[in-house]
């Protein structure tokens, strides 16, 4: 079963920290380029970042530059993207997806295979 799960969601305040996870079981996760999207309310799923298969090339929206950190295990088959500094516009449902290619190379959906099932985070004081 081809699956990615996320998790570490949850309600912070403006200014603190969350580090969410994406765990993958049921296929050769080495290979692929793994990225975080997030959906906010009457939005549309936006990339947040990407990290490529070996972990050695990353990138960030412009909007969460300098505050996330993506960062992957794949020992462990996880992904993680550190949130600091969170603002209540971070406050989304975010997804982990695994790209179509080991490299990362924009935020079309449709460049990714398999997806999660979202976790919220909520940032509000």
């Known amino acids: 079963q081809l699956q990615l799960v996320e998790s570490g969601g949850g309600l912070v305040q403006p200014g603190g920290s969350l580090r969410l996870s994406c765990a993958a079981s049921g296929f050769t996760w080495d290979y692929y380029a793994i990225a975080w999207f997030r959906q906010a309310p009457g939005k549309e799923r936006e990339g947040v970042s990407c990290?490529?298969?070996?972990?050695?090339?990353?990138n960030y929206a412009d909007s969460v530059k300098g505050r996330f950190t993506i960062s992957r295990d794949n020992a462990k088959n996880t992904v993680y993207l550190q949130m600091n500094s969170l603002k209540p516009e971070d406050t989304a449902v975010y997804f982990c997806?695994?790209?179509?290619?080991?490299?990362?190379?924009?935020?079309?959906?449709?460049?990714?295979?398999?997806w999660g099932q979202g976790t919220q985070v909520t940032v509000s004081s």
């Open positions: 990290i490529s298969s070996t972990g050695g090339v990353t």
């Open positions: 997806a695994s790209r179509r290619a080991s490299y990362c190379s924009g935020y079309t959906p449709s460049e990714y295979l398999y």
